[in-house]
């Protein structure tokens, strides 16, 4: 099957794409006291000169005390920090590219095994990250609020350094999917509630203040996902009917893109169609979408943090479903990660060039 749907251009608002291949968010932990480096930048200008449409970076975390288990994860805040990503987005602008930073909190974590930990207790809307497991504070109204606006103010700063866009991360058992989720959610407040409409609401009012910090014409990307990492077949929303109640109102307060994480972008969400969640994503709020879940390869994600290897697979399935219209943009992680140029070898039909993927490529930044 033709590759060719794959190569077409991409516009909406400030994204002005010249494919539909997104370079996925991958946490790479290369940043020393959180502040990008200039072999970081490097990283990503070789993707950007590889023609990737869309760089979404690794997460960057905003200004909260504690966003952040790993002192290595890149800030998206701080003098030093902005300017480390002042340097990224030159280089990738040079190269032709576009890019948008993940913008993220953790919120409440594991320790991390280095044994580093931040300044103060991890937050969360309960202090649990998965059901029976507290560690951390159970945030405030003013931790809520200063959160929100910590939000808005790294959307801003990246519009001021040139980005082209921004992606929240809502997804993966973070801070803004622990409000999503009743397993980590038990507020009794306007953040709580029995229904999943109910626990929207704070990752709408970042949103929202993403939105008034950025103007109507900046793109806003949010990215969700269905299953936790405690619980990889669980659904978020169990029903169509019920994922419309939560990405609606995220649609209404000004994302332009939803990003649908998904560990096979083959899978059916729901039982009665084969629509994938980006699929659903798109049907429910009429909003674009990007796919994502092994593409290209024939093992998932976190199969290569336990040490599995993949190897290339076909891309037949995806581009039929393209095709098909069931989304509009397809995020690539580890084979990007692992070859800068895999876009060029997909748009040339090298296939016997591409290149398998071992978890030794996420213990450094690949930049040949």
Known sequence: MSTQSLFTPFTLKTLNLK??????????????????????????????EGEVGLILSE???????????????????????????????????????QMGPQIWHMGI???????????????????????????????????????IAAFGQAAADAQRLGFDCIEIHGAHGYLIDQFFWEGTNERTDIYGGKTLAERTRFGVEVVKEIRRRVGNDFAIIIRVSQF???????KLAKTPQEMETWLTPLADAGVDIFHCSQRRFWEPEFEGSDLNFAGWGKKLTGKATITVGSVGLTGDFFGAFAGESSQPSSLDELTRRLDRGDFDLVAVGRPILAD?????????????ALKGFSKEALGELILE
């Open 19 to 48: 494919n539909r291949i997104v370079m996925a968010p991958m946490t790479r932990a290369f940043s020393p006291d959180g502040i990008p480096t200039d072999k970081v930048a490097a990283y990503y200008q070789k993707r950007a």
């Open 59 to 97: 997460g960057t975390v905003i200004n909260r005390p504690s966003s952040s288990y790993d002192k290595n994860v890149p800030n998206f805040h701080g003098e030093q920090a902005l300017n480390g990503w002042q340097n990224v987005i030159a280089g990738v602008h040079k190269a032709g590219g």
């Open 109 to 147: 974590m594991d320790n991390h095994h280095s044994g580093w930990l931040p300044p103060t207790p991890f937050e969360g809307p309960s202090g649990l990250n998965r059901p029976g497991f507290n560690n951390g504070n159970t945030m405030t109204q003013k931790d809520i609020d200063d959160t």
């Open 228 to 234: 936790k990492p405690s619980h990889y077949d669980y």
């Open 340 to 352: 800068p140029n895999w876009v060029k070898k997909i748009k040339a039909g090298q296939t016997d």
